[in-house]
């Protein structure tokens, strides 16, 4: 009986020894970002899946009310950027800022100069 | 009363154990600084694996977000850098790291070096090897963190079977795997989490990772 005490303590200690050491819970939801970049700079061709990968997995974390890892907007809206949209980019930027206000001074830069581009364009458009 | 000296005894293993890290490198320029945000620039690459500096690129953001820093978006940030006309890590991080702390709004700068990334045969054996230079700066241009880093892989030949010609093929299988495939990601992953959060020399957590842990 005393050994079953021993071992009940035992186990609790291991216990509590490994999750506090283990104190390190990941505090963000990824999607895969990291695999999906290393995908698209091994093939480029994997950008569109790069950018449909953000897609859901942005769209999945705002469903459920979830703070989206810090770069993510960002980096969609890179890539919408790249494909020319323009309009979707500087969403993303703008959520990124709003989310993560150490990315204000990238966010505003991007953001005007997306503005200026456009704007330059369609002058030489008219 | 064993119980309670079994207990005391534990709680020293406990917190030894945690603690069993050696001689902690001086931290407090880091500390001082106190960085929230971390821009990580491309490496410099001094391996002959030219796709070297954008794997490792992808690696970086997770570990150092997941201590609690805002990381820069890396491939929104190399492609600012490239609009800028900086395409090669060598020219980047030649610039003054206060330029670019102020041209993305960055607390630190993260610069790495690579300095292996190889695979190396022989007959029946491979070793990957990827061993990375880390340097962080703070924006006023001082640097706060530095460490090294090794990591190696030789395919382990399970000697199932014991006959020397079954443990023959086993380890020239193993070889031609590697061989055809070198692992660079995981071992880099290694890297990554030995200096950041395992290592003597682990950077301290940042700011929106306080509140789980002192």
Known sequence: ?126 | MNLVKLFLSLMVVVLTGCASAPAKKDLSAFNTAAPRSILVVPAINKSLDVDAPNYLLSTLTVPLAEKGFYVFPVNTAKFVLEQEGFYEGEQIHQQPPETLAKLFGADAVLYVTIKRWDAQYAIIAATVTVEFDYRMVARDGTEIWQANQRMQYSPQNSNSGGSPLAMLISAAINAAIARAAPNYLPLTQQANQMVFVLGPNAIPNGPYRKTEQQ
């Open chain 1, 1 to 126: 009986m005393k050994n079953n005490h021993m071992n009940l303590v035992l186990l609790l200690v291991c216990g509590l020894f490994l999750t506090g050491c283990a104190n390190r819970g990941a505090i963000y939801q990824w999607g895969g970002y990291d695999a999906m970049l290393y995908q698209s700079y091994k093939n480029p061709e994997k950008t569109v899946e790069f950018r449909q990968g953000l897609e859901l997995h942005i769209a999945k974390m705002e469903q459920s009310k979830l703070k989206v890892a810090p770069g993510l907007y960002a980096e969609l809206g890179t890539l919408y950027l790249q494909t020319g949209d323009s309009t979707k980019a500087v969403a993303m930027y703008t959520r990124e800022r709003d989310a993560w206000p150490e990315s204000k001074g990238l966010m505003d830069t991007l953001i005007n100069n997306v503005g200026k581009r456009t704007r330059t364009n369609n002058e030489v458009k008219s």
